[in-house]
């Protein structure tokens, strides 16, 4: 019986660790495409009933594994000081049990709408089929506060991302790996919006396609999960 709790420790010590360098692994990644500024922003992901989450203002560039903190969804700490925001990670996941990872940037074009408090339609393909819908600017409230945490943890009570105002954006998905394409697409639509504005007016895509692609693909994602 020993030995079999023993394992099951050891893998899940396993598991906490290898989710630990995939945060680190993506706050580098964020860095690298310029999705974010040192120190802002926050990555985390769900472990369990726990949370690991970013440590508060520290440099990318220096965080390693073992200083993702562990924190549970009262926000006890188990080592470390945990971000700032962590309050906002915790209402989000309370609210939203498929959410396993979640992405705080601050990405220039698309913090740009932010501050404009102008929201993003479902002018591209990409939008409707990995956001679902467009991507509004949720109300402005002080960082860091249950406020803010309230305000952002409602706006992605059905939706993938959104907009914090005068902020950044924030980006949920069932793996980092999804909340970072999220963030990507949402970088690049914003960018491209504001291209299209220049040259012109762009064109919205109705509900009925937006529907159809976004079903077309979960149905996509369905079975590549399925074939994993």
Partial sequence: MKNKENACREEDEKLKNKLKRKIVRVCRIMLKE???????????????????ITPSGMSYEKMRAKDVVEIDLEGKSYGGKPSSEYRMHIEIYKAREDVKAIIHAHPKYATAFAVSRVGIPVFLEEIAEVVGSSIEVSKYALPGSKELARI???????????????????????????????LRILERSAEIYILAK???????????NVKKLREMYLKYKSDVNENV
Wanted: proline share 3%; net charge negative.
């Fill in 152 to 182: 952002a943890a409602e706006a992605l009570r059905n939706k993938n991302a959104t907009l914090l105002a005068n902020h950044g954006v924030v980006c949920v998905g069932d793996s980092l790996e999804e909340a970072l394409d999220i």
């Fill in 198 to 208: 220049i040259i012109g007016n762009p064109y919205v895509l109705d509900d009925k």
């Fill in 34 to 52: 310029n999705l974010n500024i040192n120190p802002f922003g926050n990555v985390s992901c769900r472990l369990g009933k726990r949370i690991l």
